[in-house]
């Protein structure tokens, strides 16, 4: 068995109103930097995997994004995989 | 001025506990997941910021994820920016 990390980016779908976002970029303006715009916020996993080959830790990753980790509604995620 | 994207990753610091990782490990259980271990949930942040170099836009991140994203006392962040 082979020790993966994956990290995964899970995010708000682009055409979902992100309202926690919205709200920090306006804090940004009072803290004297209203260059910044736009922001989006999701969540950021990471988790270890044991599997025979990185296909599988592949396919198991996906499977827990899936079901579990991403509500495929309103968000969209990706990810990564390595060995460790 | 240049448009920069910034993707940036807020996670709990190894020495905190991350309650909420801990919770959806044991949920890969019951998914049939359970070599999936060690789940650590934190906030993935993109932006668009205009600067009129990368050095700037870096600089402006930084002091946007030290005063306003990330809490330094429990959290630690990594970026990267790149112009788009």
């Given amino acids: 068995m082979?020790?993966?990390?994956?990290e995964i980016d899970?995010?708000?779908?682009k055409e979902i109103l992100d309202p926690q976002g919205k709200a920090v970029t306006g804090s940004m303006k009072n803290l004297g930097?209203?260059?910044?715009?736009?922001?989006?916020?999701?969540k950021h996993i990471t988790l270890e995997i044991e599997a025979p080959t990185a296909e599988?830790?592949?396919a198991k990753v996906e499977e827990?994004?899936?079901?579990?980790?991403a509500n495929l509604i309103m968000e969209s995620y990706t990810f990564k995989i390595e060995a460790v």
């Fill in 10 to 13: 899970v995010m708000p779908k």
């Fill in 33 to 42: 930097l209203a260059e910044i715009q736009n922001i989006r916020i999701g």
């Fill in 64 to 69: 827990a994004c899936k079901n579990l980790l």
């Fill in 2 to 6: 082979i020790k993966f990390q994956a």
């Fill in 56 to 58: 599988i830790a592949h």
